[in-house]
């Protein structure tokens, strides 16, 4: 294990696919080395070390990004491509839900897209509306689509590791909070199975489901909770597509009781994805509704005040805890 | 017609090419015949955009190409898929919504895909296939390998922003990709002029700095020598080309599309100067075959086209699980 920061440990994984496999390339906005190698440096060495033909800057052209990242897919590469924003993701949708998603399929099988979308986003630093959006529930309602959600540096290394190897596409959402977190990362090979969530802490009273960010607090939570005699399980979904349903069921069986948590707007939310299913498997068993905490249905305020009020917090998770309890 | 004398003999196609050239085109001709003929009648129900009166681009470039050559189309793609090989029994199974179509009935003719041959992709989004013959470039680049990727699109489609995009990257990336734009003279109901703001689609390759050349689509040997010199180019390493192809459709946008958008007579003048028709004249006035040799070579393909669609009406559907497969490669229960 090493110390670093998600940045650092995602950098690491593209690093050692790249070692591993000659396939393995990267594009994106300012990416390789004479443009800084990344605006977060995820990409830092990587054209040093592998290459210009293999780590390419490109012009601001999300279209074409995206676009030359399904090409190179289709003809056999893993094309790790970054989409400098989540925001800037609405102009290259024509190629990842028109194109990357479906390819595999209107080709019945002949020809595959193993691409891996990289890109930041998330509230909290006062970037406002067009610079903070999680829009993970499009993409997940998308067929075909993988969309993968880290919480901690080490599966920032080995969830986009899976991403790098996996025949599908994926989309792997960076926090540009969470980027700079630090924490243990192992070294050397470490690759975490897709659409498969971790249970982080187990529990008997109530499941708390989650992914991302809120992730920290959601456990911090769990424990003061823990202190006061309610246990709570907490599941890090990891994978938002596929869902990882079993997990999600067998937690709630035992507990009986649900609270999903994420960053982005309540809404159509990935949130009323997991309480519709724990309803239509469980509804006799439930000891009380489920909850779901998310964003108003609001774009994101710039002002600091405003942003903190429309974001998950302890106090909010706290709540909706309590309210599963009576 | 092109006036040969003024070129070095080199600098056309030879007999065999030519007749290469006309064998694509009247394997397109006479699938569009029977494609048209089978979805009037109701015995076929498909969306089927006609690129009859373009099929002489495709087979120019065609037979400039090598099999493992890529080439991305679009909707408007029988011509460019058949002159790349697609086998005709996996095109009509294809067409027909057959377990045995060469997408195995999840494609439909707008997505074609025959990666032995080539044909990697056809899209039904206007100007989204140039992005992705970039990557497919990029990749063949990467590996060194010498081979060529082709994207068609129509004259609507250099004004979506992909295009723009595209040409610029594949310009700064040296990519060996041809931009292949078949002007046709329509956007669905838009003429040309209406839709887009400059004469010559071509000079727009200025803009990124590339070769553009605007050619007559519907001459084979003008056709031929763009075809070859934007291949030799793209082989070569040294980058990209733009190509307008110009050209018309003969059956409007799609089937049953009424043309009244058209100015009177401007399809009639068209089809008077029918591609097809004028390489067999060139052909026969050259001596490289005679008309009885042609009308040989079009019966015998006539009989495999009438064999395709016999064996595509013949073949299953597919069994209703199919429509849950291919989504995923790796799938996680
Ligand atoms: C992005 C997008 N916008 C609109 C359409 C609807 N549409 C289908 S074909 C077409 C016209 C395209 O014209 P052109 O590029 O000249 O190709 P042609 O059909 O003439 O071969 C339009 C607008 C579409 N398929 N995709
Ligand atoms: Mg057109």
Redesign the interface.
């Known amino acids: 294990m090493i110390k670093v920061t998600a940045a650092e440990a995602a950098r690491m994984a593209i690093e050692e696919a790249m070692a591993a496999d000659p396939t393995v390339i990267a594009l994106g906005e300012e990416v390789a080395d004479p443009e800084g190698g990344g605006i977060r440096k995820v990409t830092k060495g990587l054209s040093t070390r592998f290459g210009a033909d293999r780590v390419k800057s490109t012009p601001i052209s999300e279209q074409a990004i995206m676009g030359a990242a399904v090409g190179a897919a289709i003809a056999g590469m893993r094309p790790v491509a970054e989409i400098m924003l989540m925001n800037f993701m609405t102009l290259a949708l024509d190629q990842l839900v028109n194109h990357a998603a479906k390819i595999r399929y209107m080709s019945g099988g002949a020809t595959s897209v193993p691409l891996t979308v990289r890109t930041m986003t998330g509230a909290g630093r006062s970037l406002g509306g067009q610079h903070s959006d999680m829009v993970e529930a499009w993409l997940a309602h998308t067929p075909g689509l993988k969309v993968v959600v880290p919480s901690t540096p080490a599966d920032y290394k080995g969830l986009l590791y899976s991403c790098i190897f996996d025949d599908d596409p994926c989309v792997f959402v960076e926090n540009s909070i969470h980027l700079s977190a630090r924490g243990d990362v192992p070294v050397g090979l470490h690759a975490i199975p897709l659409g498969k969530a971790h249970i982080v802490r187990p529990g008997a009273d109530v499941t708390i489901i989650s992914y991302g960010r809120p992730m920290d607090d959601v456990k911090k939570v769990a424990e003061s909770l823990g202190e006061e005699g309610i246990s709570v399980e907490v599941i890090d979904l990891r994978t938002i597509s596929p869902l990882d349903e079993a997990a999600i069921l067998n937690s709630v069986a035992k507990t009986k009781r649900a609270v999903i948590v994420h960053e982005a707007v309540r809404s159509f939310g990935v949130g009323a994805e997991i309480a519709a299913r724990i309803h239509e498997h469980l509804f006799g068993e439930l000891a009380a509704p489920v909850q779901r905490l998310g964003m108003p249905y609001t774009p994101v305020p710039f002002s600091s005040a405003l942003e903190k009020t429309i974001l998950w917090s302890p106090e909010k998770i706290t709540a909706a805890i309590r309210k599963t309890l009576g | 017609m092109t006036d040969t004398t003024a070129h070095a003999a080199a600098d056309e196609p030879d007999a065999g090419a030519l007749l290469d050239i006309y064998k694509r085109a009247a394997t397109i001709v006479l699938t569009d015949e029977k494609l048209r003929a089978v979805i009037r009648s109701g015995r076929l129900s498909t969306p089927y955009y006609s690129p009859r009166g373009q099929e002489i681009i495709s087979a120019a470039m065609a037979v400039n190409l090598r099999k493992d050559d890529?080439v991305?189309t679009i909707y408007r793609g029988m011509h460019d898929h058949l002159a790349k090989g697609v086998p005709l029994k996996d095109l009509w199974a294809e067409y027909a919504g057959k377990a045995a179509?060469?997408?195995?009935?999840?494609?439909g003719p707008m997505?074609i895909?025959?990666?032995d041959v080539g044909v990697?992709?056809t899209?039904g989004?206007v100007g989204?296939g140039?992005?992705?013959?970039?990557?497919?470039?990029?990749?063949?680049?990467?590996r060194q390998e010498d081979r060529v990727?082709v994207t068609n699109f129509g004259d609507g489609a250099s004004n979506i922003?992909?295009f723009h995009?595209?040409l610029?990257?594949a310009s700064?990336?040296k990519l060996p990709v041809i931009f292949l734009c078949q002007n046709n003279r329509y956007a669905e109901h838009t003429r040309y002029d209406k839709g887009t703001s400059i004469e010559r689609i071509s000079d727009r390759a200025v803009s990124y700095s590339m070769p553009g050349v605007t050619v007559n689509g519907n001459d084979a040997i003008e056709m031929w020598r763009a075809a070859r010199d934007a291949v030799a180019r793209a082989r070569a390493g040294e980058g990209p080309t733009l190509i307008e192809a110009n050209t018309f459709r003969f059956h409007g946008h799609h089937m049953g599309d009424s043309g009244e958008y058209m100015a009177k007579g401007e399809l009639e003048a068209a089809m008077i100067r029918d591609p097809f028709v004028a390489l067999r004249q060139l052909i026969v006035a050259r001596g490289a075959a005679s008309d009885a040799d042609l009308t040989a070579m079009e019966d015998a393909l006539r009989t495999e086209i009438d064999e395709a669609a016999a064996y595509a009406f013949a073949a299953k559907y597919p069994e209703p699980e199919e429509a849950l497969?291919?989504?995923?490669?790796?799938?996680?229960?």
């Open positions: 890529y991305v179509g060469s997408c195995k009935g999840k494609g997505h895909t025959h990666p990697l992709v899209t989004i989204s140039l992005p992705i013959a970039n990557g497919l470039a990029w990749a063949s680049k990467i990727t922003g992909a995009e595209s610029n990257m700064l990336w497969e291919d989504v995923y490669a790796s799938a996680v229960s």
